[in-house]
């Protein structure tokens, strides 16, 4: 495994990849991996002949509030686990060469599905996340891109941007890695003291009881108030229990496959979760 500093240096190392016509597999990460992380290179080792894999903290998709500074940098610990599941190259930039000194004037912004969920708490974030994206997929150039249905916000944001601006790519999304107690795996996880750690796996849980309620017949509503009603029992602090059609657009009945979003808060580490609901006609 290679790994790569700077976009001279890749572009030289994928050269002869894309002089032989080889598929590029690309896993965009900020690393402090874990397994989800690894769950996505498995996929793209399974469909591609070259699998690489970014390590970039991204500035801009931090709030003034969001600790930048502080987020985990483990390359040297992420580099092994990348080895074993065979990437083939690691890119793992500086911020300077990612954005170089002059000042960046473009910016990157996709509507509606950003003002909402997640977006509506961190302004500006997925303008951060589809610079990044589009930057990296520049530098890359890849045939495949490999991102987490755990970040199913952000995934459905990098289908629109791909598709919008006609980017030869094809998106892919990968099934939440899961703990044994069913809790989605996160790097946030490990902030959580041993008693929110026993209390966490409930949200999923909670969404799984949410998916039998509603092929029950039960309506939407009285789902949805289920769910915050039984988070809140359990100790959280919700944020937002939410539907929405897989392409994120609203919806007030069950009559279509949906997904059920919630985000929470367990002291200070605030989860996420979604599950996605077949509607059977
Ligand atoms: O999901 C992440 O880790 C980041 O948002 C991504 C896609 C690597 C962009 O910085």
């Given at each position: 495994m290679k790994t790569e500093t700077t976009i001279q240096g890749l572009s030289a190392s994928l050269n002869p990849a894309r002089a032989a016509r080889?598929?590029?597999?690309?896993?965009?990460?900020?690393?402090?991996?874990h397994e989800g992380h690894l769950n996505l290179v498995r996929a793209a080792r399974k469909l591609c002949d070259v699998v690489v894999v970014s390590i970039f903290v991204n500035p801009i998709q931090f709030g003034p509030n969001e600790d930048f500074d502080n987020y985990p940098r483990t390359l040297e610990h992420d580099s092994h686990l990348l080895a074993e599941v065979g990437c083939d190259i690691v890119f793992a930039p500086s911020v300077e060469q990612m954005y170089g000194k002059q000042p960046r004037l473009t910016n990157i912004s996709v509507s509606e599905i950003t003002n909402d969920l997640c977006g509506l708490q961190r302004p500006g974030h997925f303008d951060g996340v589809a610079?990044?994206?589009?930057k990296l997929f520049n530098i890359v150039q890849p045939n495949f891109a490999f991102f987490g249905q755990k970040d199913y916000q952000q995934l459905a944001v990098i289908k629109q941007l791909v598709r919008d601006l006609n980017m030869?790519?094809?998106?892919?999304?990968?099934?939440?890695?899961?703990?044994?107690d069913g809790l989605a795996l996160s790097s946030r996880n490990g902030?959580?003291?041993?008693?929110e750690r026993a209390t966490a796996p409930s949200m999923y849980a909670t969404l799984q009881a949410a998916e039998k309620?509603?092929?029950?017949?039960?309506?939407?509503?009285?789902v949805l108030s289920?769910?915050?009603?039984q988070l809140t029992e359990a100790g959280f602090d919700v944020d937002y229990v939410e539907v929405r059609t897989p392409m994120l657009q609203k919806i007030g009945q069950f009559d279509q496959d949906i997904v059920l979003f919630v985000a929470a808060k367990l002291g200070k580490t605030r989860l996420i979760d979604n599950l996605q609901v077949k509607h059977s006609t």
């Open positions: 080889k598929i590029i597999g690309f896993v965009p990460t900020m690393g402090n991996l610079v990044v994206v589009t030869p790519i094809e998106v892919i999304g990968v099934p939440i890695t899961r703990a044994e902030y959580l003291s041993e008693q309620q509603l092929q029950n017949g039960q309506s939407l509503d009285v289920n769910i915050r009603q």
